[in-house]
């Protein structure tokens, strides 16, 4: 006979049940930064709000778009050079040392991307097939650091280059490209208009009243393979209008 003690502590261990705050999409809450309609003509990536919220030391990054997140995928390049990316993007405040990159490096920012011409998540195998290098046209998440790079197109910014030889501090989940880039695994939803994706911390220091924005926007590898490798080649919306992370984490 199972007891009913035995249940209980099962259950104890079962995640909570989501609370309607956690279902409430961007658009629908109050603290989200909202966004003007229309700022592309690309309805998926059109935003209309942006929030993060956070349960202890669980932080939910989602936005609300004018067409169905995640349904406009890159058109495959046929290689790594020149590859495009399409990417949902959170710029935060936060230090990225605080996810183990090296501290006060530039901008840490969530994002996440779709990008059919290379794989850039070696430890997990997203669309379950036994092959964990062939689903890199999947939605997947990254923690990247941006910073200003002048061989980027117009001085737009880029993913932090690790110059040949460097050994800054990196994450345990780094994908051992030579950038700021982590893959940690974290999977991102889509619910019709909204897209969110929730990432864990070691603690909760320093995540009350981080600043936080949202973005869309197309990245492209570059066509040498070389430094800059990954510059920002189009921005489609920015949800505060001028990236001035408005949005505080509460």
Excluded at 28 to 54: C, S
Aim: charged share 20%; with cysteine; aromatic share 6%.
């Amino acid at each position: 006979m199972i007891r009913p003690a035995f249940i209980a502590a099962l259950a104890a261990l079962l995640p909570a049940t989501p609370s309607l705050a956690d279902t409430l999409h961007a658009a629908d809450r109050k603290d989200a930064i909202q966004a003007r309609e229309g700022a592309t003509p690309v309805a998926a990536f059109d935003i209309l709000a942006a929030h993060a919220h956070r349960s202890g030391r669980i932080v939910t990054f989602h936005m609300t778009t004018a067409g169905a997140a995640g349904s406009v995928t890159p058109e495959p390049a046929g290689a790594l050079g020149g590859a495009p990316v399409l990417s949902y993007v959170w710029p935060t405040s936060l230090d990225p040392a605080v996810v183990g990159f090296e501290a006060k490096s530039g901008i840490l920012a969530l994002a996440a991307t779709s990008h059919p011409d290379f794989d850039d998540t070696p430890l997990f195998d997203e669309n379950r097939d036994g092959d964990p290098a062939n689903d890199g046209g999947d939605w997947h998440s990254h923690w990247v650091v941006l910073t200003a790079d002048e061989g980027c197109p117009e001085g737009a910014l880029g993913v932090r280059n690790i110059p040949e030889g460097a050994t800054p501090r990196l994450p345990a989940t780094w994908p051992g490209l030579p950038l700021y880039i982590d893959s940690p695994g974290f999977t991102p939803l889509f619910d019709g208009p909204e897209i969110s994706v929730s990432v864990g911390f070691a603690d909760e220091t320093g995540l009350p009243e981080t600043a936080y924005d949202g973005v869309t926007a197309a990245l492209r590898v570059n066509a040498s393979v070389h430094a800059p490798l990954l510059c920002v080649e189009d921005v489609f919306d920015v949800a505060s209008g001028d990236l001035s992370l408005p949005g505080r984490l509460k």
